[in-house]
């Protein structure tokens, strides 16, 4: 046996922290923020038309949606290019041609996309050429 006496109450562990009860759920981003984001790829602008709260905010969905169109204009306009170069390959210098030309347009539709993302960020509806119209119909649905 041991010197020491044992103790008849073995000590107890201390209380558990305070821990506060919890808060409604919130979005998480402010509505500019999640508006710009749907520019970075086609995959944020779907998700934020299918999340809520997300899919019910007008400037989100005007975005998202502006954001699709300017992926789908971006899409076809380098399946007619890349045609074009197909059907037209055997002129001399036509290659150098197309070339040319998706640089420019990949140019501009860059240019279009930070505009739409710096817009957006700042919580403006900014319509880009023939894509923003259709966006804001479908926005306001």
Same mark, same amino acid.
């Given at each position: 046996?041991?010197?020491?006496?044992?103790?008849?109450?073995?000590?107890?562990?201390?209380?558990?922290?305070?821990?506060?009860?919890?808060?409604?759920?919130?979005?998480?981003?402010?509505?500019?923020?999640?508006?710009?984001?749907?520019?970075?790829? $086609? &995959? @944020?602008?779907?998700?934020? #038309?299918?999340?809520?709260?997300?899919?019910? =905010?007008? +400037? /989100?969905? !005007?975005? %998202?949606?502006?954001?699709?169109?300017?992926?789908?204009?971006?899409?076809?306009?380098?399946?007619?290019?890349?045609?074009?170069?197909?059907?037209?390959? $055997? &002129? @001399?210098?036509?290659?150098? #041609?197309?070339?040319?030309?998706?640089?420019? =347009?990949? +140019? /501009?539709? !860059?240019? %279009?996309?930070?505009?739409?993302?710096?817009?957006?960020?700042?919580?403006?509806?900014?319509?880009?050429?023939?894509?923003?119209?259709?966006?804001?119909?479908?926005?306001?649905?």
């Amino acid at each position: 046996m041991s010197d020491f006496p044992q103790d008849p109450i073995p000590p107890q562990p201390p209380p558990p922290p305070y821990i506060p009860p919890p808060t409604p759920a919130s979005s998480g981003l402010s509505d500019n923020l999640a508006a710009a984001l749907a520019y970075i790829t $086609i &995959i @944020p602008a779907i998700v934020f #038309l299918v999340l809520e709260p997300y899919n019910r =905010i007008p +400037l /989100v969905r !005007f975005h %998202a949606f502006q954001s699709i169109g300017l992926c789908i204009v971006s899409i076809l306009l380098n399946v007619v290019l890349r045609i074009g170069q197909e059907i037209l390959h $055997i &002129i @001399p210098l036509t290659g150098l #041609l197309f070339a040319c030309l998706n640089m420019v =347009i990949a +140019l /501009v539709i !860059f240019i %279009a996309w930070l505009i739409a993302i710096l817009k957006a960020f700042k919580g403006e509806w900014y319509k880009l050429p023939f894509i923003g119209d259709i966006a804001e119909r479908q926005a306001r649905v």
